[in-house]
């Protein structure tokens, strides 16, 4: 048509990424987004950073600004990987002190200090000192989700995706895992071996009742039913199958099945739904409040003023750090 210039304008790179995600986040939540994750993407660049995400961060975080994702052991194992200067640890707080354990020399952010966690405040190093003395000679083998201070007190860590392979490979007949009493029964459970624990519990994963499944399962005939360990060893019981958030992650991404029930944090859900089109998600979750603490306006502001910087007494990192590293050599 002459004299109209009918100009073409490409797509933002935040609009570009609204694909991603459109299957589990409205246009008019959307809209909310879009400033915060081009400012965010600026600032990457910029500071020459990376961001981790937690599978539990909302969608917006973990398929639009995040640079890695994945379960805790997914983090540590690429926190200790990277390149970067700066590290965003878009998770809770034991998540971001296990990556400056492993990175030392590089700056790491949690971009809101409430970012807490139940198990990480249910135990001391005081506790752990008394467990020993209580069975002397036995390892000590602590949950990720734990302060350094703990894991300085420890043998060895895990987590949910390992804690089996760790128990069973130590090659002892009783061990110490902590803090977690459900993880550790549903553990001792499927191992041999005799496990001692403590009465730690993650406020999320202990509301599950084995009712609300069966009352699922009836109302939604040929449900599979996936659930986190941290869930009481009832709850697991009435599952299809129990792992790692990756590992319940890469079971629907592998077996499509046509209804799922994710037994976890609800964004979980949304997450693996917004790559897995053909699958109908049921949505019994809880939210975890520390995990929602994070943020994409709390990112930004984390990368802009370079806060809240996590540092490790020096007394405390080597041991602590032994410790992760023992477990990610195993
Ligand atoms: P994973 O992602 O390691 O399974 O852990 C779940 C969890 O609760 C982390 O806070
Ligand atoms: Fe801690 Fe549970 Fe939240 Fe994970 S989901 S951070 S274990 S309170």
Redesign the pocket.
Known sequence: MAGVDVAFTPLSEAAALYARVRRVVPPIAWAGFEGDIEAILALKRQRNAVILAHN?QTPEIFHCVADIVGDSLALAREAARTEAAVIVMAG?HFMAETAKLLNPEKTVLIPDLRAG????DSITPADIAGLRAAHPGVPVVTYV?TSAAVKAASDICCTSGNVRRIVEGLGVPRVILIPDEFLARNVARETGVEIITWSGH????ERFTAQEIRAMRETHPGLTVLAHP?CPPEVVAEADFAGSTAMMDEYVTRHQPSRVALIT?CSMSDNIAARNPGVDFIRPCNL?P??KRITLPAIRRALETMTHEVTIPAALAAPARAAVERMLAF
């Open positions: 539990y809770v966690c139940s198990l990480a989700n993650c406020e999320v994963h941290e944090e975890c520390h995990m």
